[in-house]
């Protein structure tokens, strides 16, 4: 009897689209089961999945065994079979995929090919592997996308009666099944006709698209509150220590000698030459085990902090000031809001202060991460415009020694009730968000060589993220190592060459400008056609950070960070009067709800010319229906890269 390929209706648009695709799969299983294993949990995940080929592409994307470096060394079981349009099966020979020297040798990604898989065959994928668990990883956000259609996709959740698993479905997620007895707890999450999506960095799929989050608890525990949350996570963060009293003192010794003659100060001026200090002469070094029970005084006389102990010194200062303060709970933007009412494991990674100055403006105040130090009011840019929650405990009288510090008894502060309240993260527009380049070039006609002068300003998310990318790599002052991370960074060639560097600074107060000056050689840009004639390369100096469309239609929207100009201005100096040929029409205003590109050229007196070019990308969402707007505005952009103009030199 041989195996035919699902007969469409052609009624149905869904089938005509998995017709239509290169594969497609009949359905797709992965049953996740889990149970204890002496003090931790161990998890078993068997998968299935029938694929049907359509096309010779499909067989070429599609016909592989693909399997990560994890699960190709945790398999239980495997068994892969290419089920012949004309009824025959043909099995993968599982040894020839697990080859090895020796037992003790680890497996890498690995990528097979399925043999005999034509164009109409079904390929059939059954596997089993494990993963041993803590109690805190008892949990996952699902969703059942792949980048192929999928008849019908399924996720199931077995434990033992001794555990509960508690979840919730978001955009509309059918609700599970669910079979409960005296040995088991068994949802089953499914649907059916599930478009395919090709994953994008920028795609948020659990702002548009259905998913589901689940999570295994102990039988009789109740819902976790904020007030647990403050009590527990944040307190186990940001407690002090007091156990090593022989340098617990240096903390008071250190801020008196920093506030001087500003001890009669108010406490928000107090609070800033301290933080300034720690800006100004401390470092940031990763996470020590070993020092995790110092106290703040230690970490002082060390000049340096790590994740750790920079939040447990901002609450000790913030406490000792007396200055009101709120925890903070954020999710970054691409996870999916935040769930205000169910406080999901792993429902927030970043945890900060917010405080209110003298004025009674809301300030953030972010803890250092390793090698990267925010100022105060900036924030990661992936929560730019995000919900995120507050929580401050109410205290009745002065708090107690006990409230403060985690003491030899090491029992964290409790406090008995909270308030909470929810609050959009702030972003910056894309007049604040920047990256500025102005280059002044002088051109030598007898070395046929140009240098310039530069300036590179950033400011809002940009400065943010480039500053945290040269932390990141241990930038030192040396000029090699700031162009090896703009090229990085940028992804430039070698077209602006910086030689020296005049000075960096950086502005504290938002938007956080920061700004590098410094001079060097032009390459590839000004070329000497002959003693009279030279050919000026716009492609080589406009390299905007374009924000790319995909090539394929989407139903799902852009998610950045935040919206941002980037902008070059480029002046060209001549020892002589000029000619430019095929300067006029070549400016450029292109307008988009999305967007806007400019790009003008001008001849200023006799011998300089002007070049400006201005990408701005108005919005941080950019819905999927202006796509097309989007690929217009990029196509403005390589119009002026496509620019070649002649300059005619007027020596005599």
């Not at 200062?317 to 925890?327: F, N, P």
């Not at 190592?481 to 602006?496: H, K, P, R, V």
Request: aromatic share 14%; proline share 3%.
């Amino acid at each position: 009897m041989s195996l035919k390929p699902l007969e469409f209706k052609t009624e149905d648009p869904f089938t005509e689209l998995c017709k239509n695709s290169d594969a497609y799969y009949l359905h797709s299983y992965k049953d996740v089961t889990y149970g204890k294993n002496w003090m931790r949990y161990k998890m078993y995940v068997s998968v299935n999945n029938k694929l049907v080929v359509n096309t010779t592409k499909g067989v070429e994307d599609y016909a592989f065994l693909n399997l990560d470096e994890y699960v190709s060394n945790h398999l239980k079981s495997i068994k892969i079979r290419t089920l012949k349009a004309d009824g025959s099966v043909v099995e993968l020979d599982s040894s020839l995929v697990f080859k090895r020297s020796s037992k003790k040798e680890r497996f890498g990604d690995i990528s097979y090919p399925v043999p005999a898989v034509e164009p109409g065959d079904t390929i059939e994928t059954s596997y089993v592997y494990y993963k041993n668990l803590k109690e805190s990883e008892l949990l996952n956000y699902v969703n059942l996308y792949s980048d192929l259609p999928s008849m019908n996709s399924q996720y199931s959740v077995k434990t033992a009666r001794d555990m509960t698993v508690r979840y919730k479905v978001y955009n509309d997620f059918p609700k599970p099944k669910i079979v409960v007895n005296d040995s088991m707890v068994y949802l089953q999450f499914s649907k059916d006709k599930i478009e395919g999506i090709v994953v994008n960095d920028l795609y948020c799929l659990p702002c548009e698209k259905p998913y589901f989050y689940y999570a295994l608890e102990n039988k009789d525990s109740e819902l976790k509150t904020w007030k647990d949350v403050y009590n527990i996570e944040f307190n186990f963060l940001t407690q002090p220590m007091a156990l090593d009293s022989d340098r617990s003192s240096y903390y008071k010794r250190w801020k008196r000698r920093v506030l001087g003659t500003a001890q009669d100060s108010s406490k928000y001026y107090k609070f800033n030459l301290l933080h300034n200090e720690v800006l100004n002469n401390f470092t940031m070094q990763p996470t020590n085990e070993d020092e995790f029970i110092k106290s703040n005084g230690y970490f002082l006389k060390e000049q340096r902090f790590d994740p750790f102990s920079i939040r447990r010194f901002y609450r000790q200062l913030l406490e000792d000031l007396e200055i009101d303060y709120w925890a903070v709970f954020g999710r970054e933007k691409r996870l999916g809001p935040i769930d205000k009412h169910l406080i999901r494991k792993g429902e927030f990674a970043h945890i900060f202060f917010a405080f209110e100055n003298e004025n009674g403006h809301l300030k953030f105040l972010y803890p250092h991460e390793d090698f990267y130090m925010y100022q105060i009011n900036e924030i990661p840019t992936e929560l730019y415009s995000t919900e995120a929650v507050l929580v401050k405990p109410y205290y009745n009288g002065k708090k107690k020694r006990k409230d403060k510090f985690i003491d030899r008894d090491l029992e964290l502060a409790e406090v008995d009730s909270v308030s909470v309240s929810v609050i959009d993260l702030p972003e910056m527009n894309s007049n604040h968000n920047t990256i500025n380049q102005t280059i002044y070039g002088t051109v030598d006609i007898e070395q046929k060589t140009t240098s310039f002068k530069y300036r590179f300003r950033v400011s809002g998310g940009p400065s943010t993220e480039l500053r945290s990318f040269f932390s990141m790599l241990d930038q030192n002052e040396e000029i090699s190592d700031f162009y090896d991370s703009l090229t990085e960074f940028e992804g430039e060639d070698n077209t602006i060459q910086i030689d020296t560097v005049f000075s960096r600074t950086l502005n504290r107060d938002k938007p956080f400008a920061y700004t590098i000056n410094g001079e060097g050689t032009l390459n590839n840009v000004v070329t000497f056609i002959n003693d009279s004639l030279v050919s000026l390369s716009i492609d080589k100096l406009i390299n905007h950070k374009t924000l790319e469309s995909s090539s394929k239609t989407s139903d799902l929207s852009y998610f950045l960070d935040f919206s941002y100009s980037d902008i070059l201005i480029f002046n060209l100096k001549f020892p002589c009067a000029i000619e430019v040929l095929g300067i006029e029409d070549s400016n450029i205003n292109y307008n988009a709800d999305i967007g806007e590109y400019t790009f003008k050229l001008k001849k200023n007196q006799d011998n300089q010319l002007k070049v400006d070019s201005y990408y701005n990308i108005f919005k941080s969402t950019i819905p999927s229906e202006k796509f097309e707007d989007l690929k217009l505005l990029n196509e403005q952009v390589k119009n002026a890269k496509n620019k070649r103009l002649i300059i005619k030199l007027k020596t005599t």
